[in-house]
C-alpha cells in the first residue's frame, strides 16, 4: 500500500522557518521524482519544487528561490523541503507528491500558515 505522510507544518510568524518532511512507503522510492505542491486557498495546486531520481532539483517559483530547499533521502524513504524566511504569501496546504512514468501519489496534505 502506497503512502505519503507528510508532518512539520503549522503556524510561523513572518521570517520564520519550517522544515516539511514526507515518509514514503509502499513503493520503490529511489525511482520516483518527489515533489511538493501546495494549495492556497482559492487556488489550484500547483508545485513548488521536485527532486527527480537522479537529484536534479527544479524550483517552479522565484519567489521560492534561495528560500526554500528540497531533498532527498533514499536511504530513509523521506523527501523534505525547508523554508527559510517565509512570507505570508507562503500560507498553503503543503502537499507531497511522487510520480514517475503514469504512476503519481499523494500525501494529505500539511497546512502551513504564516501569520503574525
Known amino acids: 500500500q502506497v503512502q505519503l505522510v507528510e508532518s512539520g507544518g503549522g503556524l510561523v510568524q513572518p521570517g520564520g522557518s519550517l522544515r516539511l518532511s514526507c515518509a514514503a512507503s509502499g513503493f520503490t522510492f529511489s525511482n520516483y521524482a518527489m515533489s511538493w505542491y501546495r494549495q492556497a486557498p482559492g487556488k489550484e495546486r500547483e508545485p513548488v519544487a521536485t527532486?527527480?531520481?537522479?537529484?536534479?532539483?527544479?524550483y517552479n517559483f522565484d519567489s521560492v528561490k534561495g528560500r526554500f530547499t528540497i531533498s532527498r533521502d533514499n536511504a530513509k524513504n523521506v523527501v523534505d523541503l525547508q523554508m527559510n524566511s517565509l512570507k505570508p504569501e507562503d500560507t498553503a496546504v503543503y502537499y507531497c507528491n511522487a510520480q514517475r512514468l503514469f504512476r503519481n501519489y499523494w500525501g494529505q496534505g500539511t497546512q502551513v500558515t504564516v501569520s503574525s
Open positions: 527532486i527527480d531520481a537522479f537529484g536534479t532539483i527544479t
